[in-house]
């Protein structure tokens, strides 16, 4: 579902509360950056950024990719299920929020579910790049 608002002048809307159905999730998002598509998802959906149902490396690698300080600033459209406190700043507290619920450990980088010599040869591998 597509909402529009009219705002006017303003550069951003201070709080938005967004309900799901039937006593579904409540979620606050602050600070909303105006004139820009956001797409809003509920709790369950933060941080599973291709939709399997699973939080894990393909999140990750969303984050670093998202700043040299792993994934640190503000939301752009297509990264908002990385704003785990719906503040529209990427931080140290969303990137908390991501290994508490993640399916793999930090470090993990080849998502065999401990960190070994498999994970240091991925990181090796990509080193530079």
């Known amino acids: 579902m597509t909402l529009h608002f009219g705002l006017g002048s303003h550069a951003f809307v201070s709080s938005i509360e967004v309900r799901w159905p039937a006593g579904g999730p409540v979620r606050t998002l602050t600070n909303v950056p105006i004139r820009t598509a956001w797409t809003v998802y509920p709790p369950s959906r933060l941080g599973d950024v291709d939709g399997d149902g699973v939080v894990g490396?393909?999140?990750?690698?969303?984050?670093?990719?998202?700043?040299?300080?792993?994934?640190?600033?503000?939301?752009?459209?297509?990264?908002?299920?990385?704003?785990?406190?719906?503040?529209?700043?990427?931080?140290?507290?969303?990137i908390a929020a991501f290994w508490s619920r993640a399916s793999v450990r930090s470090g993990d980088r080849d998502g065999g579910g401990a960190v070994g010599a498999a994970d240091l040869a991925v990181l090796l591998s990509a080193w530079g790049a």
């Open 57 to 94: 490396l393909a999140g990750w690698t969303q984050f670093a990719a998202y700043g040299a300080a792993y994934g640190t600033g503000t939301v752009t459209p297509g990264r908002e299920m990385l704003d785990f406190d719906g503040n529209f700043s990427i931080d140290a507290a969303d």
